[in-house]
């Protein structure tokens, strides 16, 4: 998901002002003008990552002198958004998944709980810039507040670097350890906070356990081997899999970790289920 036409505009309004202030003032650019001249070759992207790194390393001193010389033509909206971009978030972060409402971006660290955080784009999904199927990627990335959101700026480095699935299951249990602690961030100005969950979800008695219990016995029972086409032996696992995921749903729904990784089995075992099933029907037709 990205910000709508208007917004756009109002981000990308400020942030080439502060960026030509910033040039400025540091003797990058002699007027502004040459960022004018310059921003649509594309051989400068190095000067705006160079200004936008220099900005953010230490935003509060440039934001505030820009605001002093311009306070006659900011508006107040405008004001409270530059104040805001103070708590910009600067570093390295894996980007683990794009969700329907925003991208999921793992900030690296040696810690124990990552900070995880739910992106907006500018002008264009981040899954144009990130497909799914090249996840997860390191990038280096400004993400900044914006009307209770994270938006990234838009000027990336790196994205070409891939992860094998050790990294890729590391950065999933990031991610599901964060949405099961309610750690997931989406808006800068609220603390980050690590904390391991103090309430569990309440699991009910249901009627229907003992009548998971008996299909999960009835399943194990099932035995594919000499005299059955292969077909069989995968359709019993599958079947017997998904009774007991239906067991662990039941019992710890509150267990997101362990749902996620059986989910990925049942997975496989479709996987295998559809190679299984073509070439039992290949000889046939």
């Keep these: 998901m990205e910000l709508n036409h208007d917004d756009f505009n109002v981000v990308m309004n400020l942030m080439v002002k502060l960026h030509i202030y910033t040039g400025l003032k540091q003797g990058i650019l002699k007027s502004p003008e040459e960022y004018d001249e310059r921003v649509d070759d594309e051989a400068n992207y190095a000067l705006f990552i160079e200004l936008r790194d220099i900005l953010f390393s230490d935003p509060?001193?440039?934001?505030?002198?820009?605001?002093?010389?311009?306070?006659?033509?900011?508006?107040?909206?405008?004001?409270?958004?530059?104040?805001?971009?103070?708590?910009?978030?600067?570093?390295?972060?894996?980007?683990?998944?794009?969700?329907?409402?925003?991208?999921?971006?793992?900030?690296?660290?040696?810690?124990?709980?990552?900070?995880?955080?739910?992106?907006?784009?500018?002008?264009?999904?981040?899954?144009?810039?990130?497909?799914?199927?090249?996840?997860?990627?390191?990038?280096?990335?400004?993400?900044?507040?914006?009307?209770?959101?994270?938006?990234?700026?838009?000027?990336?480095?790196?994205?070409?670097?891939?992860?094998?699935?050790?990294?890729?299951?590391?950065?999933?249990?990031?991610?599901?350890?964060?949405?099961?602690?309610?750690?997931?961030?989406?808006?800068?100005?609220?603390?980050?906070?690590?904390?391991?969950?103090?309430e569990k979800i309440t699991v009910l008695e249901q009627p229907w356990k003992a009548e998971i219990a008996q299909i999960l016995a009835l399943t194990k029972k099932l035995r594919g081997g000499k005299g059955q086409p292969e077909l069989n032996s995968v359709a019993f696992s599958l079947l017997k899999a998904s009774a007991e995921f239906a067991e662990l749903v039941v019992h710890k729904p509150e267990d997101a970790l362990a749902i996620e990784k059986f989910y990925s089995k049942l997975e496989r075992l479709c996987y295998k289920l559809e190679t299984a099933v073509y070439e039992h029907t290949s000889d046939k037709y």
Excluded: C
């Design 60 to 198: 509060t001193p440039y934001i505030d002198g820009f605001i002093q010389e311009n306070q006659q033509t900011l508006s107040p909206e405008e004001v409270e958004i530059l104040h805001s971009w103070k708590l910009a978030v600067k570093g390295k972060f894996f980007v683990e998944r794009h969700l329907k409402k925003h991208s999921i971006f793992v900030q690296t660290s040696d810690t124990k709980n990552k900070a995880v955080y739910a992106v907006l784009g500018l002008n264009e999904p981040l899954t144009e810039f990130f497909p799914s199927s090249y996840l997860p990627l390191m990038v280096e990335a400004v993400l900044l507040p914006f009307k209770d959101q994270i938006i990234a700026d838009g000027l990336f480095r790196g994205g070409n670097i891939f992860f094998g699935n050790g990294i890729k299951n590391e950065l999933k249990r990031d991610y599901m350890s964060a949405k099961q602690q309610d750690r997931i961030i989406y808006d800068l100005h609220q603390p980050v906070v690590s904390k391991e969950v103090t």
